[in-house]
């Protein structure tokens, strides 16, 4: 008898129902959607250059086509994981779907910048929607353990597919097409699901008596991007006045928006979720490797470009690598999954160390060097980040996958949005020092100043100045911002052995919660998990399962 069975004959039920090939067809054509949706974010970089020229963007507009979607995608995010249930999750994914197709069609053709920034910010929220909706259909749909660990890898896949590729699909579509290309190629792939999905997901199971509190929606979606903004902000002009208040306001907004849900009748987000330790434990341990991450990889490139003199294109060749292995590393989360939590800290501590390695052979490694050691950390780490995203979504009951999967998208959103703010600024901090110590006495203070402002201001200031101060302003540049990278992937390592320390914390949890370790659900939370409690609330610390069966 297999563990799903096992679990099924223990809770009185049947065992679950093995996923038929018309829906493993339906999880295909669901994420090929996504996958274009995640190469937008990175292609859209590409495409820039070509929409200045076109629309002539004023002021901040060129920053609001870039991250306008990003912001509205963390701020409505917690919305959309309540409409799930209150719509269902098929009519809402192929709402999103419909909605996403249109967005692009009117960025692909739109005259103003205006026009873009109001179709970026349609992007946004289609793409806030589709998550839960996605993830719920998943969950409902393969309920069998295995099948259920390799849905879930795929789907997250098909995103970190989508990002690694993006550059490339870009590429090739700006080489041979107007900008406008990069969006249109997206409305025939969401014209295809929205046509195949009523017969390829399953049936919608919408609660019409599900209530949405409009105060909290506010409040939700002031605080989400009053914090991100603020923190984004930060990252770009260091801690001035007003990101650091945009990011204080966001605070305030989030408290009141808690003490809301505490006393509302029809809260946006069930705070008994977080009644959970697994729970709890799960989204810190996710929440300190996004903040780790994040402000590395803004170093390495700015390290690969600025000290190294690499090209966009051959920066981009180094980190293609671990691109493509963090795409195959989420596809392999269902293997380290059935390892148990020692294969998971075992991982996470030799990332830490190589890590560290980098950090030591940073100033005398070739970039092909660079780009192994990378692509080996992205391996690692990857399949573990999805297990936590999993297991998070997994620690909430089935009725509560929409919250549960806003949470956790939320707090990977706010730990690199803090990772680039606060520990960026950091690094920022360690670079102007080292500059300021290695640069000659003979280079004028005013050029020490400038050029210390940025990680990548050094070599236009050397380009004003006589060659012998040019020179010696390049190379204390160089120092500090390799010093500043070298400190990043020692604090990374730390982060991940944190990381370690919460995995083992977990693997004690579900150790206390489990007197028959032997049996899986396969779905990352027991039975009495998958239920609410007798007054229609979670169960504190609802037994969760041990962590293999991915």
């Known amino acids: 008898m297999s563990t799903a069975e096992t679990t099924a004959a223990r809770d009185g039920g049947e065992a679950p129902v093995r996923a038929t090939a018309r829906q ?48 509205l995608t963390a701020a409505t995010m917690i919305t959309f994981g309540l409409l799930t249930q209150r719509v269902g999750p098929r009519r809402l994914l192929l709402g999103a ?8 069609l009117v960025a692909a053709f739109a005259g103003e910048a205006e026009t873009l920034i109001g179709a970026r910010a349609a992007l946004g929220i289609a793409a806030a929607a589709f998550t839960p909706a996605g993830l719920v259909l998943i969950r409902t749909t393969f309920r069998d353990e295995r099948q259920y660990g390799v849905a879930f890898a795929l789907f997250m896949a098909a995103f970190a597919g989508g990002m690694a590729a993006g550059p490339a699909v870009g590429g090739f579509i700006l080489e041979h097409f107007w900008w406008g290309a990069v969006f249109l190629i997206n409305v025939p792939i969401a014209g295809v699901l929205v046509l195949s999905g009523p017969f390829l997901l399953p049936r919608n199971h919408a609660d019409p008596t599900v209530r949405l509190d409009v105060a909290s929606v506010a409040l939700s979606v002031a605080a989400v991007l009053a914090l991100v903004y603020g923190m984004q902000e930060m990252a770009d002009a260091g801690p001035a006045p007003a990101p650091m208040l945009s990011a204080a306001a966001g605070l305030v907004l989030l408290a009141l928006f808690i003490r809301r849900q505490r006393r509302a009748a029809h809260p946006l987000l069930d705070l008994a979720l977080f009644r959970s330790r697994t729970f709890r434990t799960l989204i810190l341990v996710l929440f300190l490797l996004c903040l780790g991450a994040g402000f590395v990889d803004m170093l390495m490139a700015q ?30 989360t269902p293997l380290v999954a059935r390892r148990g939590p020692g294969l998971a800290v075992v991982l996470l501590l030799v990332a830490g160390l190589v890590g560290v390695v980098l950090a030591v052979r940073l100033p005398a490694a070739s970039a092909p060097e660079v780009a192994v050691l990378l692509t080996v950390i992205a391996l690692l780490v990857s399949p573990l980040m999805t297990l936590l995203s999993q297991r998070i979504i997994g620690a909430a009951p089935l009725e509560k996958t929409g919250p549960a999967t806003a949470v956790q998208e939320i707090s990977a959103s706010l730990g690199g949005a803090s990772s680039i703010a606060v520990l960026g600024s950091g690094a920022l901090w360690v670079h102007r020092g080292v500059l300021r110590q290695e640069v000659s006495s003979d280079v004028e203070p005013s050029a020490v100043d400038a050029a210390a402002e940025t990680f990548g201001a050094g070599p236009a200031v050397a380009a004003t100045l006589p060659a012998a101060e040019a020179e010696a302003l390049t190379q204390a540049a160089d120092v500090g911002l390799t010093v500043a990278t070298q400190a990043g992937y020692v604090v990374f390592g730390a982060v991940l052995l944190l990381g370690a320390a919460g995995v083992l914390l977990w693997g004690r949890l579900m150790r206390g919660d489990h007197v028959d370790r032997r049996v899986d659900d396969g779905l990352g939370a027991g039975a009495e998990a998958s239920r609410p409690a007798q007054d229609g609330r979670l169960a504190e610390d609802a037994p969760e399962p041990p962590f293999r069966g991915g």
């Open 24 to 71: 493993w067809v339906g999880l295909i054509v669901m994420v090929i959607p996504l996958f274009m949706l995640a190469t937008d974010v990175t292609a859209l970089y590409l495409a820039m250059p070509a929409i200045t020229a076109d629309l002539a963007p004023a002021g901040s507009q060129s920053l609001w086509i870039l991250h306008i979607g990003e912001f």
């Open 97 to 104: 779907v419909a909605a996403y197709g249109l967005a692009s």
């Open 303 to 332: 390290h690969l470009q600025v000290v190294r003199g690499l090209s966009p294109w051959d920066a981009g060749l180094v980190l293609l690598g671990p691109a493509v292995a963090g795409t195959v590393g989420t596809a392999a």
